[in-house]
């Protein structure tokens, strides 16, 4: 079996072990020696965390692990024209409208109406369904006037127009199964703000559809994020990918690893003198990639 996959790092910080996994999963996924094809996306729209120096050293520790990917390296940065005008269909089709709503503004009421907050499934506070709470036209007036805010897609318009709608993790984590896209799961999330025309969510649907991913590779954390993807897909006319999500990779104290823990960057690994087979062999993987030459 072959397939299109991608490994689509942000360059914010060094790689870790878990970043290892991720990309060898994807590559292992496209199947390359048989046909298949493995990409390598830079997601690096977030200017302000994103640096040059860590997608140099990403492209460093690709190599030496011996993972090549196909054609050139792709970066989001590049391609911010494209999410413009993918938004702007969102907005003229009346799936997605600005919202006006700070953060502590969301925070705020929720207190005031006594209520817990309703948390999504990645763990941010739901925000639902109010459509900004203004009429249309009132909204584009606000928006002309200056004042920041987001775009956030209008789920229950989406579905109520292109659903009802599903998708497919062909994997064996726990998100295997074919799921009923749902508005609740993570509710109207932001897909742009005034100043970047596109959120992780836009930019990541219009460019696995663009570079031809077939299959959508990714760690568990993420699998979510597949119903808004698979919204997005369906009110810009995208093709539709399987996903396959992954187990998530545990450091030394059995804690999920993650950027902001200041795991063992696979830098530091490498400086300590270790092999790209070790590193393999830590993550329990047996059909990795010969060593570069
Ligand atoms: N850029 C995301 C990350 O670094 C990966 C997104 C994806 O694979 O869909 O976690």
Redesign the pocket.
């Known amino acids: 079996m072959t397939a299109v996959t991608r490994f689509?790092?942000?360059p914010t910080n060094h790689l870790h072990l878990g970043h290892a996994y991720s990309a060898w999963f994807a590559w292992t996924a496209a199947g390359t020696a048989a046909g298949g094809r493995f990409l390598l996306r830079i997601?690096d729209i977030d200017t302000l965390r994103c640096k040059p120096a860590f997608e140099a050293a990403i492209l460093e520790d690709l190599a030496w692990l011996g993972l090549a990917w196909d054609g050139p390296v792709v970066r989001q940065s590049a391609r911010l024209a494209l999410y413009r005008d993918a938004l702007g269909r969102l907005l003229d089709d009346r799936l997605a409208y600005p919202c006006f709503c700070s953060r502590s503004d969301i925070a705020r009421e929720i207190a005031e109406s006594g209520g817990a907050p309703h948390l999504d499934a990645m763990g941010a506070v739901l925000f639902r369904g109010t459509g900004g709470g203004l009429a249309p036209a009132a909204r584009e007036d606000r928006a002309a006037s200056g004042v920041p805010y987001a775009i956030r897609l209008d789920a229950d318009a989406v579905l109520a127009r292109h659903g009802p709608l599903c998708w497919t993790d062909d994997g064996e984590s726990d998100a295997a199964g074919t799921h009923a896209v749902s508005a609740a799961v993570l509710g109207d999330v932001v897909i742009a703000r005034r100043d970047v025309p596109a959120s992780?969510h836009l930019a990541?649907a219009i460019d696995d559809a663009a570079q031809g991913v077939t299959l959508?590779t990714?760690g568990a954390d993420?699998a979510p994020?597949s119903h808004i993807h698979r919204m997005l897909q369906a009110a810009l006319g995208l093709p539709v990918p399987t996903w396959r999500h992954h187990r998530l990779i545990a450091g030394a104290d059995g804690h999920r690893l993650a950027k902001r823990n200041n795991p063992l960057t696979l830098r530091m690994i490498r400086e300590g003198g270790a092999s790209p087979a070790q590193v393999w062999a830590r993550l329990g993987v047996a059909d990795y990639p010969p060593p570069p030459v």
């Open positions: 689509a790092p942000s997601e992780y990541v959508v990714r993420l994020a």
